[in-house]
């Protein structure tokens, strides 16, 4: 009799699992990047010669499409369109480099760019004496918005802050999210990096600490924050 009351009260004392532990929730998108990304690297090189006088100057240089590539790789995701995998990164003044090139600067609207500008300026902490609310702060947010549109089962494209200050605002980074893994205050995020082409893996860890925020990216790149991207479904779509 004892040892049953004992037993009884052992079963009445335990709580069970706690309703404030953290719980692991997963969602990924049939989206992988070695099928529906665009197969070639986020490198345009662009060669330049001006003439001047007897002799000329002649210009070479690199620079990337990432918006471009990741609104058009979303373009063809949402239309049910398939990605032809042996296409070769256009060439300088060709159609479809044009194509990419219109794509980019409509994802950069002049919102877009006061935005990043203003998210360089974030402090990575919370102080007293900046106006600006910090990275720490604002991210939690934006990754609230990232789980619910992949809940959707819509992939979302993201800007990535890598610079502060007053720092170039074309050296940040835009790539799309496919998936996400959240276990507690960690969330990791499974995206296409046009940097990185047919590559399933790549992965962006963000942990929210106590007092800042912290992000690690599988293939080494150092970013300090990130939010989420405005697209048209509807214009996909027509």
Not at 18 to 26: H, N
Not at 76 to 105: C, H, I, N
Request: charged share 25%.
């Amino acid at each position: 009799m004892l040892t049953a009351l004992f037993s009884l009260a052992l079963m009445l004392g335990d709580p069970g699992p706690s309703s404030a532990e953290p719980t692991a929730t997963r969602e990924i998108l049939p989206f992988r990047p070695s099928l529906h990304g665009l197969p070639f690297v986020n490198s345009f090189p662009v060669k330049l010669e001006i003439p001047l006088g007897f002799t000329s100057w002649k210009l070479r240089s690199d620079f990337g499409l990432c918006g471009g590539m990741i609104y058009r790789t979303l373009d063809a995701w949402e239309g049910g369109e398939e990605v032809d995998r042996d296409q070769t990164r256009p060439k300088f003044g060709s159609d479809r480099y044009w194509d990419l090139m219109q794509r980019q600067t409509e994802t950069l609207v002049p919102g877009v760019w006061a935005k990043v500008l203003k998210w360089q300026q974030r402090p990575d902490r919370e102080t007293r004496w900046c106006p600006l609310s910090s990275l720490r702060r604002m991210v939690p947010g934006e990754l609230a918005k990232v789980r619910d549109r992949i809940d959707r089962g819509w992939a979302v494209p993201i800007c990535l802050i890598r610079r502060s200050g007053l720092s170039n605002p074309s050296y940040n980074h835009q790539v799309l999210v496919y998936g996400y893994e959240q276990s507690g205050r960690e969330t990791t995020l499974h995206v296409y990096d046009p940097n990185h082409p047919n590559d399933d893996s790549i992965r962006i860890a963000v942990r929210v600490g106590r007092n800042r925020l912290y992000l690690s990216q599988s293939s080494g790149e150092h970013n300090r924050g990130l939010f989420v991207l405005s697209y048209d479904r509807q214009r996909a779509q027509r």
